[in-house]
């Protein structure tokens, strides 16, 4: 059975940094795309970036070029979406998602999410 | 064009069938896939590839691509079946290769 579990929620302070993770289980992780997705409070999806574990091949929306940084570490099957100096507008869902092997495509399995909270 | 309209809401009555669209310019060349998202629950894929269906996923749900319009078809609607729906395409051809649509709260 494929699994993404993500990391718990966060609270954090603004300029603060965060790393959250995505630990994938039940498939070859290094041969399919894993990606991010954002979801504000109350509004829809929004897809952030995805990259290939097998050669770390990464691809942002323009979006978020520059806003985050999405890595992995194939020895923990492991993605991780991360930030260096967080704001407010950075509050909120933040799911990952397995996609395709020779093209992302579409997201077929989903992390339950995890929650990041920026406040002062 | 990276925009994909959905309406924002569609009403229907159990039993009967829902149709969710999915606008975008010349959409019918592109791959669309669907997801369902009910509250406080992650988004669960539906259709891929205009029309299949991942293993586990009723035959109520089907899928349709053409020109500039995608759609997502709920037949015999349950009361379970409100959530929000979203379309996505991916175009590895383009800056914007992943799109979501805005999503449609389907009422039952």
């Known amino acids: 059975e494929v699994q993404l579990v993500q990391s718990g929620a966060e609270v954090k302070e603004p300029g603060e940094s965060l790393k959250i993770a995505c630990k994938g289980s039940?498939?070859?992780?290094?041969?399919?795309?894993i990606g991010w997705v954002r979801q504000m409070p109350g509004k829809g999806l929004e897809f952030m970036g995805v990259?290939?574990?097998?050669?770390?091949?990464?691809r942002y929306s323009p979006s978020f070029q520059g806003q985050v940084s999405i890595s992995v570490d194939t020895s923990t099957r492991t993605a991780y979406l991360q930030w260096s100096s967080l704001k407010a507008s950075d509050s909120a869902m933040y799911y990952c998602?397995?996609?395709?092997?020779?093209?992302?495509?579409?997201?077929?399995?989903w992390g339950r999410g995890t929650q990041v909270t920026v406040s002062s | 064009s990276h925009v994909l309209t959905q309406p924002s809401s569609v009403s229907v009555a159990p039993g009967k069938t829902a149709r969710i669209t999915c606008g975008g310019d010349?959409?019918?060349?592109?791959?669309v896939h669907w997801y369902r998202q009910k509250p406080g629950q992650a988004p669960v894929l539906l259709i891929y590839?205009?029309?299949d269906r991942p293993s586990g996923i009723p035959e109520r749900f089907s899928g349709y691509n053409s020109g500039n319009t995608a759609t997502l078809t709920i037949s015999r609607v349950e009361a379970g079946d409100e959530a929000d729906y979203y379309c996505?395409?991916?175009?590895?051809?383009?800056?914007?290769?992943?799109?979501f649509g805005g999503g449609t709260k389907l009422t039952v």
């Open positions: 998602g397995s996609g395709g092997s020779a093209a992302p495509g579409y997201f077929d399995n």
């Open positions: 039940g498939y070859d992780f290094s041969g399919y795309w």
């Open positions: 990259i290939y574990p097998g050669d770390s091949d990464t």
């Open positions: 010349n959409i019918g060349s592109k791959s």
């Open positions: 590839y205009n029309k």
């Open positions: 996505q395409v991916w175009d590895g051809n383009s800056d914007h290769f992943w799109v």
